[in-house]
């Protein structure tokens, strides 16, 4: 139950600093998945203004489900496939525009592309969730010390490049499974995963889980499910009787594949899963393992002459979405153990809805117990609506969607409002927490909405029976450029919402957070909050959250750069990685910081670590950083342009350097330790030698990195280099 005090709201906060004009700057160079600026969804808005501004009908921008509860964010079932049929088609027909689905991917030709899928400080006690997870490991096992994957949630494994349980080390490359022992040093197994499936499996990153003897290997992209292809006439079967015209042709997509192996002995698939989508992501807690899915109804809109108006383009659309069945929206698997093979898609009447949606989104929860051997039919469970960013707790699921489908028709549909002094839509968050406390398939508990829009995972946090999130709403841009017409000035602020059902309701806030900025970083850790904003200078704002109903500012720190990750050294201590930025906002090099937070009110910056000419992917992928406690290391991955590697650490060569930056953090300061290079193996034309280093981690007294080109183990103590195992 959330504990509110007191049944306020805390009010806006001013802390502002100087805004003076500078050329360019204070935008990231770099997005992933997870982090998402709301520049560039309204660059996508305003594409679809550019283009459908001129005699389109004006429409509602979602449907409104009069046969489900009031309240965007409750949950109804439908009835039977006719029910799910007209309301999907009746809601897809009110938010289609003229070239299309808003924010789909769908071409005019049917084909759908793959998408990709596809995170505590001076003390050991303090350490991170996954090496402290590993620490804890070991002493009863026998087992190394070992770091984990850097998690956000102790307990709550994430996906990720490479994986190890303190024995082996994991991971998948060029579509070849590789399994290295962490005693002897050497490849014990290998899998190529397309010979493996038949082909099925695509050659290209994958991320992975492990639950003992077993990996979970998750790819964005695999083959079609290959029990439900279209007929001869290109009308797509129905098992309920609501089957298409040729109008509404339904073509099966590739999605994500995950493949279930078992690592023993040789490694060998067990068991594989085909679904049609993308892979949005996935959480595991012991050996279950939830996997979250998005899809968009498989239509194809017909090609128009040139001269049609956007009123005849979307008349046509609109035909098509009508004659369309209902095989069309709901996500088709096949599952393989053996020699058997199953088929199926997402039944209609475990398919839920809210009030008001767009019928071009159905967001599906699979689970999946990778102690069983088997993969199984995944157990779906399925609502109406859009997510893209996935937090998990030992409780709850959360999938959160900033709801862009909304923005783009409201932006097409005013067409040249923008320009005329009508106001830009702005985001709503919505969030959906689901119960995972029991066995089998995930329960809709509650959801709730905010103003803005998330940067990532780390922006929300469930504490004592509520969630905080933090959102920035408005539009943040560079000072030389000018404000956009009629844009709305960014700020960000921290809402605290109740998490018991149907619906979470909004208890206390805080708004004001980086008037004209955005949200660079954010990390709740117990009752304190941290957010950084940036567009010029970087403010690292402390936030009381003792009391959900008055959530408060209680310091602020303004430094030039920013921190794009924060990460818990100590209850008093944080490390922030980033870049580099001049008095007037210029973004340079590699930044690493060390903030001391004893006092909230006057938060400090001790110590800085900056690289010129480098950047680290550990500033937009958490998975990337390492920090191991009872050594006080630090290890980020970095690209350094020309900057020669020390002697003793690797190769000096010309050009873009790839290696991983080795520090040591205490409070004496920021050190460094070395910057580690991995030989080259040789590959003629590569630019890059031997690849990115894309992770580190901790094994007993072996610190290994992982790069396409190989793994390489070095002592944790010295960097010695031990072994260089190069992946054939």
Same mark, same amino acid.
């Given at each position: 139950?959330?504990?509110?005090?007191?049944?306020?709201?805390?009010?806006?906060?001013?802390?502002r600093?100087?805004?003076?004009?500078?050329?360019?700057?204070?935008?990231?160079?770099?997005m992933?998945?997870?982090?998402?600026?709301? $520049?560039?969804?309204?660059?996508?808005?305003?594409v679809?203004?550019?283009?459908?501004c001129?005699?389109?009908a004006?429409?509602?921008p979602?449907?409104?489900?009069?046969?489900?509860?009031?309240?965007?964010?409750?949950?109804?079932?439908?009835?039977?496939?006719?029910?799910?049929?007209?309301?999907?088609?009746?809601a897809?027909?009110?938010?289609? %525009?003229?070239?299309?689905?808003?924010?789909?991917?769908?071409?005019?030709?049917?084909?759908?592309?793959?998408?990709?899928?596809?995170?505590?400080?001076?003390a050991?006690?303090?350490?991170?969730?996954?090496?402290?997870?590993?620490?804890?490991?070991?002493?009863?096992?026998?087992?190394?010390a070992?770091?984990?994957?850097? $998690?956000?949630?102790?307990?709550?494994?994430?996906?990720? !490049?490479?994986?190890?349980?303190?024995?082996? =080390?994991? &991971?998948?490359?060029?579509?070849?499974?590789?399994?290295?022992?962490?005693?002897?040093?050497?490849?014990?197994?290998?899998?190529n995963?397309?010979?493996?499936? %038949?082909?099925?499996?695509?050659s290209?990153?994958?991320?992975?889980?492990?639950?003992g003897?077993?990996?979970?290997?998750l790819?964005?992209a695999?083959?079609?499910?290959?029990g439900?292809s279209?007929?001869? $006439?290109?009308?797509?079967?129905?098992?309920?009787?609501?089957?298409?015209?040729?109008?509404? =042709?339904?073509q099966p997509?590739?999605?994500?594949?995950? !493949?279930?192996?078992?690592?023993?002995?040789?490694?060998?698939?067990?068991?594989?899963?085909?679904?049609?989508?993308?892979?949005?992501?996935?959480?595991?807690?012991?050996?279950?393992?939830?996997?979250?899915?998005?899809?968009?109804?498989?239509?194809?809109?017909?090609?128009?002459?040139?001269?049609?108006t956007?009123?005849?383009?979307?008349?046509?659309?609109?035909?098509?979405?009508?004659?369309?069945?209902?095989?069309?929206w709901?996500?088709?698997?096949?599952?393989?153990?053996?020699? +058997?093979?199953?088929?199926?898609?997402?039944?209609?009447?475990?398919?839920?809805?809210?009030?008001?949606?767009?019928g071009?989104?159905?967001? &599906?929860? /699979?689970?999946?117990?990778?102690?069983?051997?088997t993969?199984?039919?995944?157990?779906?469970?399925?609502?109406?609506? $859009?997510?893209?960013?996935?937090?998990?707790?030992?409780?709850?699921?959360?999938?959160?969607?900033?709801?862009?489908?909304?923005?783009a028709?409201? /932006?097409?549909?005013?067409g040249?409002?923008? *320009?005329?002094?009508?106001p830009?839509p702005?985001?709503?968050?919505?969030?959906?927490?689901?119960?995972?406390?029991q066995?089998?398939?995930p329960?809709?508990?509650?959801?709730?909405?905010?103003?803005?829009?998330?940067?990532?995972?780390?922006?929300?946090?469930?504490?004592?029976?509520?969630l905080?999130?933090?959102? &920035?709403?408005g539009?943040?841009?560079?000072?030389?450029?000018?404000?956009?017409?009629?844009?709305?000035?960014?700020?960000?602020?921290?809402?605290?919402?109740?998490?018991r059902?149907?619906?979470?309701?909004?208890?206390?806030?805080? &708004?004001?957070?980086?008037?004209?900025e955005?949200?660079?970083?954010v990390?709740?850790?117990?009752?304190?909050?941290?957010?950084?904003?940036?567009?010029?200078?970087?403010?690292?704002?402390?936030?009381?959250?003792?009391?959900?109903?008055?959530?408060? =500012?209680?310091?602020?720190?303004?430094?030039?750069?920013?921190?794009a990750?924060?990460?818990?050294?100590?209850?008093?201590?944080?490390?922030?990685?980033?870049?580099?930025?001049?008095?007037?906002?210029?973004?340079?090099g590699?930044?690493?910081?060390?903030?001391?937070?004893?006092?909230?009110?006057?938060?400090?910056? !001790?110590?800085?670590?900056? /690289?010129?000419?480098?950047? *680290?992917?550990?500033?937009?992928?958490p998975?990337?950083?390492?920090?191991?406690? *009872?050594?006080?290391l630090?290890?980020?991955?970095?690209?350094m342009?020309g900057s020669?590697?020390?002697?003793?650490?690797?190769? +000096?060569l010309?050009?873009?350097?790839?290696?991983? !930056?080795?520090?040591?953090?205490?409070?004496?300061g920021?050190?460094?330790?070395?910057i580690? *290079?991995?030989?080259?193996?040789?590959?003629?034309?590569?630019?890059?030698r031997?690849?990115p280093?894309?992770?580190?981690l901790?094994?007993?007294?072996?610190?290994?990195? =992982?790069?396409?080109?190989?793994?390489?183990?070095?002592?944790?103590?010295?960097?010695?280099?031990?072994?260089?195992?190069?992946?054939a």
């Amino acid at each position: 139950m959330c504990k509110v005090r007191r049944q306020l709201e805390g009010g806006p906060v001013s802390l502002r600093h100087p805004q003076e004009p500078f050329a360019g700057a204070g935008r990231r160079s770099g997005m992933t998945r997870h982090r998402r600026s709301m $520049d560039a969804a309204l660059l996508a808005g305003c594409v679809l203004v550019i283009s459908g501004c001129a005699g389109g009908a004006t429409r509602p921008p979602v449907y409104q489900d009069s046969g489900a509860k009031p309240g965007a964010v409750r949950l109804m079932a439908f009835n039977s496939c006719y029910d799910a049929l007209a309301a999907l088609r009746e809601a897809a027909e009110a938010s289609v %525009g003229p070239y299309g689905m808003p924010g789909s991917t769908v071409s005019a030709t049917g084909a759908l592309p793959s998408a990709a899928g596809t995170d505590r400080g001076m003390a050991p006690a303090a350490a991170g969730a996954a090496s402290a997870a590993g620490m804890a490991a070991s002493a009863s096992t026998g087992t190394p010390a070992f770091s984990g994957t850097n $998690d956000y949630t102790a307990g709550v494994d994430e996906p990720d !490049l490479v994986k190890t349980d303190g024995t082996r =080390v994991v &991971t998948v490359v060029g579509g070849v499974l590789q399994v290295i022992d962490a005693e002897s040093r050497a490849v014990t197994g290998r899998l190529n995963l397309a010979a493996a499936t %038949g082909g099925s499996a695509a050659s290209q990153p994958a991320n992975l889980l492990l639950s003992g003897d077993h990996a979970l290997v998750l790819t964005s992209a695999g083959s079609a499910p290959g029990g439900v292809s279209p007929s001869a $006439d290109g009308v797509s079967p129905s098992a309920d009787g609501v089957s298409p015209s040729a109008d509404g =042709v339904w073509q099966p997509a590739i999605g994500p594949q995950l !493949l279930l192996v078992d690592l023993t002995g040789q490694p060998h698939v067990l068991s594989s899963y085909s679904i049609e989508g993308s892979l949005a992501d996935a959480r595991e807690i012991g050996s279950v393992v939830r996997v979250v899915i998005r899809s968009q109804p498989h239509l194809i809109f017909p090609t128009q002459p040139s001269g049609a108006t956007d009123a005849q383009r979307v008349a046509a659309n609109q035909a098509v979405i009508g004659s369309a069945g209902i095989d069309a929206w709901l996500p088709h698997y096949e599952q393989i153990t053996g020699a +058997s093979t199953s088929t199926g898609r997402v039944p209609c009447t475990d398919v839920s809805r809210p009030a008001t949606y767009s019928g071009t989104n159905l967001l &599906t929860v /699979l689970t999946f117990d990778l102690a069983s051997g088997t993969l199984g039919s995944g157990n779906g469970v399925t609502i109406v609506a $859009d997510g893209d960013t996935v937090y998990g707790t030992s409780s709850s699921l959360y999938v959160a969607s900033d709801q862009r489908w909304q923005i783009a028709p409201q /932006l097409a549909a005013a067409g040249a409002a923008v *320009s005329s002094g009508h106001p830009v839509p702005q985001p709503q968050t919505t969030i959906y927490r689901f119960d995972i406390t029991q066995p089998g398939p995930p329960r809709f508990a509650a959801g709730g909405s905010v103003p803005g829009y998330l940067l990532d995972q780390y922006a929300m946090s469930e504490w004592q029976g509520c969630l905080r999130i933090a959102t &920035t709403t408005g539009t943040s841009w560079a000072i030389a450029d000018g404000a956009p017409p009629d844009a709305q000035t960014s700020s960000s602020a921290v809402y605290v919402l109740t998490t018991r059902g149907p619906v979470m309701r909004t208890v206390g806030k805080v &708004t004001g957070l980086g008037v004209g900025e955005r949200i660079y970083a954010v990390r709740f850790i117990g009752p304190a909050g941290y957010v950084v904003t940036f567009r010029q200078t970087d403010p690292l704002y402390t936030l009381d959250l003792r009391d959900p109903a008055r959530p408060l =500012v209680r310091g602020a720190l303004a430094l030039t750069g920013y921190s794009a990750y924060l990460h818990p050294a100590s209850d008093v201590r944080l490390i922030g990685i980033g870049r580099q930025a001049d008095a007037v906002g210029h973004i340079g090099g590699t930044q690493v910081s060390l903030f001391d937070v004893s006092d909230p009110a006057t938060p400090t910056r !001790l110590s800085t670590f900056a /690289l010129a000419g480098a950047i *680290s992917g550990a500033e937009f992928d958490p998975h990337a950083f390492l920090y191991w406690p *009872s050594s006080h290391l630090v290890v980020v991955p970095v690209q350094m342009s020309g900057s020669p590697v020390p002697s003793g650490f690797g190769q +000096s060569l010309p050009g873009p350097q790839p290696g991983a !930056l080795v520090l040591r953090i205490n409070d004496a300061g920021i050190t460094e330790a070395g910057i580690l *290079s991995q030989p080259d193996p040789g590959y003629a034309g590569n630019p890059y030698r031997s690849g990115p280093i894309e992770r580190s981690l901790v094994i007993g007294n072996t610190l290994w990195t =992982v790069s396409i080109a190989g793994a390489m183990a070095n002592d944790l103590s010295t960097l010695r280099q031990l072994t260089w195992i190069p992946f054939a």
